[in-house]
């Protein structure tokens, strides 16, 4: 399918590996030009370079202050104007609601909401002078579903999709969408930390909190990256303009909830 992009400028934050990875894949393989963005220059370099199509990687740690701008700027006089929005940040620690102090909660905002908030008030001005935008932000599956021992993730993350959702409707008849996709049990370096955190709790191995996730899972397995960039290239094609403020899991059917 020709998802009628090519040719635009997506910046992809996070994006030099697993599932933001895979949506900067599917864009490319679209004609879209990618600039991906990272902390880790060596993985992000590579990245680029498989790419093609002309991408490039700007190192920065969005969650710093300052860096949202630092790196969106860089991007537009690199790449031009951005068409295109995925925002991506490594999930906050797994534990109980009392487990972490007022900091830790802090910085769960910083990272997990407010660096994506500040990255699409940033690019939203030229969407909206073009007549078309796309902002698509990875969140995670526990927004309809809370998950136990992830007290964070279930807050923070439903902070920003509140957020999202408001925007989604004021900007959509300007030709701007804002949509987020919902991993589920996904096999990436964010759930390994999940894994490692519930095998000392529990008192078990890390091989046998594995099995008994995917157990979980109706699809009987977990998520790989390849089942998740093709519905981020999707929402960003000009085929999803009357698709907006919506939350797809893509989760092997874990949410259990009707809507």
């Known amino acids: 399918m020709d998802l009628g992009i090519s040719g635009r400028t997506a910046l992809i934050?996070?994006?030099?590996?697993?599932?933001?990875?895979?949506?900067a894949?599917?864009?490319?393989?679209?004609?879209?030009?990618?600039?991906?963005?990272?902390?880790?220059?060596?993985?992000?370099?590579?990245?680029?370079?498989?790419?093609?199509n002309g991408a490039i990687f700007l190192q920065g740690d969005v969650s710093q202050p300052g860096a949202v701008d630092e790196?969106?700027?860089?991007?537009?006089?690199?790449?031009?104007?951005i068409s295109i929005l995925v925002t991506n940040a490594g999930g906050p620690p797994p534990g109980l609601f009392t487990d972490h102090d007022v900091d830790v909660w802090r910085r769960a905002l910083e990272v997990n909401m407010l660096s994506a908030v500040g990255a699409a008030q940033r690019v939203l001005p030229g969407m909206l002078a073009d007549g078309f935008g796309r902002i698509?932000?990875?969140?995670?599956?526990?927004?309809?579903?809370?998950?136990?021992?992830?007290?964070?993730?279930?807050?923070?993350?439903?902070?920003?999709?509140?957020?999202?959702a408001t925007l989604a409707r004021e900007v959509v008849d300007r030709g701007v969408t804002v949509n987020n996709v919902l991993p589920g049990l996904m096999a990436t370096g964010a759930l390994d930390r999940v894994i490692r955190a519930r095998a000392a709790r529990d008192g078990i191995s890390e091989a046998e909190v594995v099995t008994a996730m995917a157990g979980s899972v109706p699809a009987k397995r977990l998520g790989e990256a390849?089942?998740?960039?093709?519905?981020?290239?999707?929402?960003?094609?000009?085929?999803?303009?009357?698709?907006?403020?919506?939350?797809?899991?893509?989760?092997?059917?874990?949410?259990?909830?009707?809507?």
């Open 136 to 164: 698509v932000n990875i969140t995670s599956f526990a927004v309809k579903e809370p998950y136990p021992n992830m007290a964070l993730a279930n807050s923070v993350r439903a902070g920003l999709t509140g957020a999202m």
């Open 71 to 81: 790196v969106i700027a860089a991007a537009e006089a690199q790449a031009g104007p």
């Open 226 to 259: 390849d089942d998740f960039g093709p519905i981020c290239a999707f929402l960003c094609s000009r085929h999803a303009s009357y698709i907006t403020g919506q939350n797809i899991a893509v989760d092997g059917g874990l949410v259990r909830s009707l809507l």
């Open 13 to 23: 934050l996070g994006g030099s590996k697993g599932l933001a990875r895979s949506c």
């Open 25 to 52: 894949e599917h864009l490319a393989q679209a004609g879209v030009r990618v600039v991906v963005n990272g902390r880790d220059a060596e993985a992000g370099e590579a990245a680029a370079k498989a790419l093609g």
